[in-house]
């Protein structure tokens, strides 16, 4: 993707949320990682069972562990800034994604562990983030599934594209889990 194809795809979602464009250093649009496991996570439970393997791989390797959430404005929860009749600035949505992906973290691998782990919120397609993570990664791990929603394929969409794409090792964590 072109820097200015990436450009018109943010203003596309800054339209849809009714906010002012903003300088791209306000927010995270790249997780840069040096060494270690990358997962992917979306809040699904495919998601959850993919970063349960990562953290496990993660400390038998004494490797860090990077953690990777894309968001859009339409998919982030809402700040506790919004109110009805004002949008809050996209930063405040960055934030809460942050918060959102801290607790699915801390609920999986607990505080303390969760507390290790680095969590990175990148506003952006899901295999532009991952892909992007993995260039400077050990290994990338992601879920067979996850929030999109196709049950009947082997595997999601993202997960297919980042075992085609990446440019480290992926692992794909299967699940039977349906959420």
Known sequence: MTEQSRDAVVAAE???AA???????E???????EGGVVVGHDGSGCAQEALEWAAALAERADWPLHVVRAWRIATAP????WEPGYVPPITD??????????????AVLGVERAARATCHVVHTQPVRALIEAAAGADVLVVGARGRGGFAGLLLGSVS?????HAPC????VR???KD
Do not use: F, G
Not at 19 to 25: H, I, Q, R, W
Not at 78 to 81: G, L, M, N, S, Y
Not at 169 to 172: A, Q
């Open 27 to 33: 927010i995270s649009t790249r997780a840069v990682v």
């Open 160 to 164: 297919d594209q980042v075992t085609h």
């Open 14 to 16: 800054l339209d849809e």
């Open 78 to 81: 809402q700040p506790p800034t």
């Open 19 to 25: 906010v002012e464009p903003v300088d791209d250093a």
């Open 169 to 172: 090792p992926v692992t794909v």
């Open 93 to 106: 949505y960055e934030k809460a994604v942050l918060a959102d992906l801290e607790a699915d973290v801390a």
């Open 175 to 177: 699940s039977d889990r």
